[in-house]
């Protein structure tokens, strides 16, 4: 018993079938890359704003010491004066290289001995604290 040509039944996919699966696919990965990518970017916001409120307060307890804020301290490295260590190591930004022309980092601007202001550049430009500050198109500030 042999079926004719016409009673063969082929189950396969055809070739629109398949791409238009592949197109699908495509869109979705395009869409879940472009959200992660804005993910990773609130997350290093996040970051920058917890760095900057832990070195506020480092900077308020050399304050409490000394009745002087610092004139400069260096990013990267240990924040003390003498004995007293105020941060183990004063951190940078989060997309921080050294090999960059200028290296993209925080900023602290000495004002007198009683202000101070710290500023990082924020990549969300739609988050709340955004704004034109310095070289940041989208920054945030912490004074005392």
Sequence with gaps: MSKTVQ????????????????????I??????????????????????????NIQTALRMY???????PATFTFGETFSSGATVYMNTVPHDPLYKASDEPPTDYDYTYVDSD????????????DTNCQTVGGCECGYQVKP
């Design 115 to 126: 202000n101070f202001i710290l500023t990082a550049c924020l990549e969300n430009k739609s």
């Design 63 to 69: 304050y409490n010491d000394k009745q002087s804020y």
């Design 28 to 53: 979705l990965a395009t869409l879940v890359t472009a959200n992660l990518n804005a993910a990773r970017n609130r997350s290093r916001d996040a970051v920058r704003k917890g760095d900057l409120k």
């Design 7 to 26: 009673e063969k039944v082929v189950k396969a996919f055809t070739l629109i079938e398949l791409l238009v699966v592949i197109s699908i696919i495509g």
